[in-house]
């Protein structure tokens, strides 16, 4: 079992920053992948970006504008989101992929993020 928390999220203007946590415990050694999945009202949730392994992907959506990074000594991965835009304006929820497993089994509370204009 992992057990993820985020915290971060808030309110930001359009064109602003924020900065999203997501921590990990419990048989974190077994991890294969830690992401950030979004969802906003009325539309399907929405893969964001991965750390998989020592490797990082990202949804063309975000791409140039997120950064990913991730502390190992913590088990906690990094969402760092740059000229934010309304549209990303979602739920954010942290998952994580155990090896072994056949999909993302691990999912956090979710945080809030939205854009003002």
């Known amino acids: 079992q992992v057990q993820l928390v985020e915290s971060g999220g808030g309110n930001v203007q359009a064109g602003g920053s924020l900065r999203l946590s997501c921590a990990a415990s419990?048989?974190?050694?077994?991890?294969?992948?830690q992401g950030w999945f979004r969802q906003a009202p009325g539309k399907e949730r929405e893969f964001v970006g991965s750390?998989?392994?020592?490797?990082?992907e990202y949804a063309d959506s975000v791409k140039g504008r997120f950064t990913i990074s991730r502390d190992n000594a913590k088990d906690t991965v990094y969402l760092q989101m740059d000229n934010l835009k309304p549209e990303d304006a979602a739920v954010y929820y942290c998952?994580?992929?155990?090896?072994?497993?056949?999909?993302?089994?691990?999912w956090g509370q979710g945080t809030q993020v939205t854009v003002s204009s």
């Open positions: 750390w998989k392994r020592d490797r990082i």
């Open positions: 998952a994580a992929y155990v090896y072994g497993d056949s999909a993302w089994s691990s």
């Open positions: 419990g048989r974190t050694f077994s991890m294969y992948a």
